[in-house]
């Protein structure tokens, strides 16, 4: 299986101490997925398309997926 890079939009929360929460993810056809909760937050590369930056593991509509952060994108 093929995997490639596509960059959404993301809605996110920053607190007082400047960490960054995703809350929704808005994808390319306009459709908004709402974050039901985010696992972890780590600093890591991406082994599959490359880059590297905040990995968060998230779980939408109960399926965990993986969000990168990776600077300003």
């Known amino acids: 299986m093929a995997f490639r890079k596509t960059y959404v939009e993301v809605t996110a929360r920053i607190d007082v101490d400047g960490r960054l929460t995703p809350l929704e993810i ?8 709402a974050i039901d909760r985010v696992h972890e937050a780590i600093r890591r590369a991406s082994q599959r398309v490359g880059g590297t930056g905040i990995r968060y593991l998230v779980s939408v509509n109960g399926r965990e997926k993986y969000l990168f952060y990776e600077g300003p994108r």
């Open 26 to 33: 808005v994808w390319r056809d306009g459709r908004i997925f």
